[in-house]
């Protein structure tokens, strides 16, 4: 067997463990944020690059998609069936979640009459506040859908000429520095930016079967790799004027996720807690970013203090649970 088949069969093993350990990274990088602690040396680091999760699931969305086109056969059945599969397994939480969110964002956070709110409700609902001004949000579900319409053509321009990847990830790099000038770009560089990341996930799915050498210096190479970058883009994210433009970060967590995930490939294993809570790594992400709007609005960030980190992702994990099994009820979950 091959190292290059080996590797990715323990990432796929322990996939709903490092799941689980983003989810709550990227909970603790937004909380971190969003409340203004106090620097703690080595943690407040750590947390400052937790976004990098976001990159994490792409890679491995770009992966298990091109490796479930041969079991599902969609070159020879035709597509639909992906697209009824994978929008559904988006749309479905992104509906249970965003429609009460908001809801409430309209009555509680926004000013102005009837129509007005309602106008609102539907321009964040349908992702039009993201692309004209910038709403965050919710924005990683709008992104993995323009992802999963993207993926048929990125799978078979690939897949028919592998030299290809190449010049696709320098036009796609190039193409997310340019529209972080752009005004009508600007807005949704962030999905841009992880774009080639999805994509390398799926040419990493399509690669010829190789020998991997050297894995004592790739391991090593990794961590100066995770280090210095990761110090790097934490001390950016963590200063009040940011050192490297928000474009250059994000392309840069591009090699700091590689390097993560052949650190990862080689250690560790499967911890049942980490993977009962990356079953719900999509829930958590869109409950969790919503819950900060009430509790802010409510003053509980105020009033719990620190306590806030026990309070709001036991809440938000509950919740996603809930969601989660109200899409099993459904039976369009996973």
């Known amino acids: ?87 559904t397994r ?22 102005g009459g009837i129509v007005r709110r ?8 349908s992702s039009a506040s993201f692309w004209i001004k910038g709403t965050l949000t919710t924005w990683y579900a709008y992104a993995i859908l323009v992802f999963y319409v993207l993926f048929p053509i990125l799978y078979r321009v690939i897949k028919k000429s592998k030299a290809s990847v190449f010049y696709l990830l320098t036009g796609m790099i190039a193409f997310a520095i340019v529209s972080a000038y752009i005004p009508i770009l600007k807005n949704s560089m962030i999905m841009w930016a992880r774009l080639p ?25 990794s961590f100066v790799i995770v280090i210095a970058l ?18 250059y970060r994000f392309l840069l967590y591009i090699p700091m996720t590689l390097a993560l995930l052949t650190i990862l490939t080689w250690t560790g294993g499967k911890l049942r807690f980490f993977e009962m809570v990356g079953t719900l790594t999509f829930e958590i992400y869109l409950v969790h970013n919503t819950l900060f709007h009430p509790f802010k609005y409510y003053g509980i960030m105020e009033t719990t203090g620190y306590w806030l980190y026990l309070i709001m992702p036991v809440i938000a994990f509950f919740i996603s649970w809930l969601v989660k099994k109200a899409e099993e009820r459904m039976k369009i979950a996973g």
């Open 1 to 87: 067997m091959s190292g290059r088949v080996l590797g990715m069969r323990k990432l796929l093993e322990k996939r709903n463990t490092i799941y689980g350990v983003c989810a709550i990274w990227i909970v603790l990088f937004h909380t971190f944020r969003r409340i203004g602690m106090p620097y703690i040396p080595v943690v407040t680091n750590i947390v400052g690059v937790g976004n990098i999760s976001v990159d994490i699931f792409f890679f491995f969305s770009g992966l298990c998609l091109a490796l479930s086109v041969e079991k599902h056969n969609y070159l020879e059945n035709g597509w639909k069936g992906y697209f009824r599969r994978r929008l």
């Open 90 to 111: 988006i749309l479905v939480p992104y509906l249970i979640i965003g429609i009460p969110y908001y809801i409430w964002d309209a009555i509680f956070e926004s000013s």
């Open 118 to 125: 309602i106008a609102l409700f539907f321009a964040n609902i």
């Open 197 to 221: 990341i999805f994509t390398i996930g799926i040419a990493a799915a399509l690669r010829e079967r190789r020998k991997l050498t050297g894995i004592r210096h790739r391991i090593i190479a």
């Open 230 to 247: 990761g110090l790097l883009i934490s001390i950016s994210e963590i200063s009040e004027t940011f050192t490297i433009p928000q474009v």
